[in-house]
């Protein structure tokens, strides 16, 4: 999956110290999410460093693996304990039947590739999930609700990171790719985090 690694093994490794407070409601809200919806099994697509996944097997969700392409992450989500876990696998192009899955979680991952792979991520999420079954997606989205504060922020940490991932973020927020890839899908449930910044959807798989 071209653009998807590009986290050097510094970021991978400060990657949940820096986002751990800012991200934990999130975090826990997938999870309420997931409970609520009795899954059994889920796949966390571009799992990074699997710090979803912890919380997850924390809950008592058994049933639930990442896959990932960047090296640097997927050896900080082995040192976090997740070796039999979290496997390498283009999140694009899967090795997955069809309808494997009750949940595919997204979160964070669309924004950092280019167009056309990200449209393919999304797809194949449709794919191995079950009609029935739940598409989670967490992303930067910004409109009314987003408060000056929180696209600062937004655009800075990105900004940080820089290079293909900073450019694949400004194409995808000027295109409001999220909602095209979403479209026709039947929408359950929605919240807003990080002062309006940061959005999280689920849909229903068909």
């Known amino acids: ?27 826990n809200s997938i999870v309420k999410t997931i409970i609520n919806g009795g899954a059994k099994s889920v796949i966390d697509m571009c799992c990074g460093t699997g710090n979803q996944i912890t919380y997850l097997r924390k809950a008592g969700i ?14 900080q989500a082995w040192r976090n304990g997740l070796k039999d876990v979290c496997v390498k696998m283009d999140a694009s192009d899967t090795t997955f039947q069809g309808n494997s899955f009750d949940v595919a979680i997204m979160s964070f991952s669309l924004h950092e590739m280019l ?12 794919r191995i999930v079950k009609p029935g079954g739940l598409l989670i997606l967490v992303d930067y989205s910004f409109d009314k609700h987003t ?9 800075a940490l990105e900004k940080f990171v ?13 295109n409001n790719l999220l909602s095209k ?24 798989a068909d």
């Open 1 to 27: 999956m071209p653009g998807h690694n590009h986290y050097s093994p510094f970021l991978a490794r400060i990657y949940d110290k820096v986002l751990h407070f800012p991200i934990l409601t999130i975090r």
């Open 62 to 75: 058994k049933g639930v693996m990442g896959i990932d392409i960047s090296d640097n992450m997927l050896h």
């Open 115 to 126: 167009a056309e792979t990200a449209q393919k991520v999304f797809l194949e999420s449709k």
């Open 147 to 155: 408060r000056p504060l929180g696209r600062f922020s937004a655009r």
């Open 162 to 174: 820089g290079g293909d991932h900073y450019r694949n973020f400004k194409f995808f927020m000027a």
């Open 181 to 204: 890839f979403a479209e026709g899908l039947e929408l359950k449930e929605q919240k807003r985090f990080l002062i309006g910044a940061v959005g999280m959807w689920v849909f229903i």
